[in-house]
Structure formats: structure tokens, C-alpha cells
């Protein structure tokens, strides 16, 4: 879609230009960067965000897991509800974690993709998460969200609080806290804008200051060996 539109222009600008006046090539490179905008929202509107992503990838708004050292960055989408989530979190993760997160070789970002048609109760289970996060809990209290699955309820946040020693009151006055709404509600609309609509999905690339570049997109559960080919082929690149 996008090089359909903006062919004629690009191929404008990669061209030798005879003209000195550089006021109408800097005209012609703001339409191009307002198309490839209007390109993305509509995009985006009618579902087909992965056909104009874009080059650089936030990892901001997410929870990190990790050196912040490391070049690689894994940037996962995630229902706490998923059943594939949970397969690959107990599967999968663990050895990844083991040998590239702890190991300084990749970071880890973790970003919510609650989907309240199948999980309802997903979303309130990401604001517990964050909460729970807030307090240098984040792994313990995923690790005991996946699983519980979908039994999880109201009556478990007692047990969270006690098995990882969380201050009560500034739990529950976060889990109240539209401030960690508003941050799940953008990490749903950044799922949005890329085009994911299934989890787990998973961004592995090159990290770029707060973002991630050079990636490839990883959907379902996968495998160990899956996510390590592209690790390892990412370190061999950029070491």
C-alpha cells in the first residue's frame, strides 16, 4: 500500500536533480512523510496496521526484565488469559530467560494485549500485574497469574499481597489508579496501530534508545529454538 502511493515521489527524490532550489524537494519530503501518516491511520482504521509499520518500534510503557546494556530487545504482547500465553511462559520463557535475558544478552519488555472478548476478565488481571510491578513484584506475580488462568478473582489479591510482601494500601489504591488504566488502554492501541490482533505476539530486534529497529515479528507460542535463531542471528549482527 505504502509503495504503491508514494512511488513517484520516492522515485523523484532518489533521482540527480538538476534544479538548485531545495525548497521544493523539502516540500516534496513533508508530503511524503504526511501520505505515509495519513497511509498509517487509515491503515490502522480498517484493520491492516501490518502493512505500514514502521521502521522503529517504542519499548516505552512496558516492564522491563533485564539489562538495560544489552542490544536485543524482545518486546512481548500478551493476555494473562491466553491459554498459548501461558504455554509459552511456562515452556518457552523460562530457557530464554536463563540464557539471553540473565545473561545480559537481551532485553526483555513486556506490554499488555488483554483480549476482553475472550478473556474478560484479562484486562483486570494486566492492572494487577502493573500493580503488582510497581512494587519489584512483576515476575513473581505473573508467574502466579498465568497460573491461575482464568480462575483468577478478586479473592486472590489477598494471597499476591502476602506471598510477595506488598504495601496493601498503595496496592489497592494503584489497582484504583486510572493512571495504570490509561498505560494498558496504550499498550492496546500500540497493539492496534501495528496490526496485532492475536497473543502472544513478540518483536524481537536491535535496540535504537527507547526503540526497537531491524526486528522480526514472532506470533503464537513458538518454540526455544525459534526465538534463538533470530536472537543469535541478531548478536551475531550487532556485536
Not at 495519513?38 to 482504521?45: F, M, N
Amino acid at each position: 500500500m505504502k509503495k504503491l502511493i508514494i512511488v513517484a515521489l520516492v522515485a523523484f527524490l532518489s533521482a540527480c536533480q538538476t534544479t538548485s532550489d531545495t525548497t521544493e524537494i523539502e516540500q516534496l519530503k513533508a508530503e511524503i512523510k504526511q501520505l505515509k501518516h495519513i497511509q498509517a491511520l487509515v491503515a490502522q482504521k480498517v484493520g491492516l496496521g501490518e502493512l505500514v509499520r514502521p521502521d522503529e518500534i517504542s519499548i516505552t510503557n512496558g516492564q522491563r526484565v533485564g539489562e538495560e546494556s544489552a542490544n536485543i530487545v524482545l518486546l512481548e504482547f500478551t493476555d494473562l488469559h491466553c491459554p498459548f500465553c501461558a504455554t509459552y511462559h511456562k515452556n518457552v520463557w523460562p530457557q530464554i530467560k536463563a540464557d539471553y535475558v540473565d545473561t545480559g544478552k537481551v532485553l526483555f519488555v513486556g506490554k499488555e494485549l488483554p483480549l476482553p472478548k475472550l478473556h474478560p476478565r484479562a484486562a483486570y488481571a494486566a492492572v494487577t500485574l502493573r500493580c503488582a510491578a510497581k512494587q519489584g513484584a512483576y515476575s513473581d506475580t505473573k508467574n502466579y497469574l498465568f497460573e491461575k488462568g482464568q480462575k483468577f478473582a478478586e479473592s486472590d489479591l489477598t494471597e499476591i499481597t502476602t506471598l510477595n510482601n506488598l504495601d496493601v494500601e498503595v496496592f489497592e489504591a494503584c489497582l484504583k489508579d486510572v493512571s495504570v488504566h490509561n498505560a494498558i488502554t496504550s499498550s492496546l492501541l500500540d497493539a492496534k496501530k501495528l496490526g496485532f490482533a492475536s497473543t502472544p505476539t513478540f518483536i524481537i530486534g536491535v535496540r535504537k534508545g527507547d526503540a526497537i529497529t531491524d526486528y522480526e515479528i514472532v506470533n503464537g507460542a513458538g518454540s526455544v529454538k525459534s526465538f534463538t535463531a533470530i536472537f543469535d542471528k541478531l548478536l551475531a549482527k550487532n556485536k
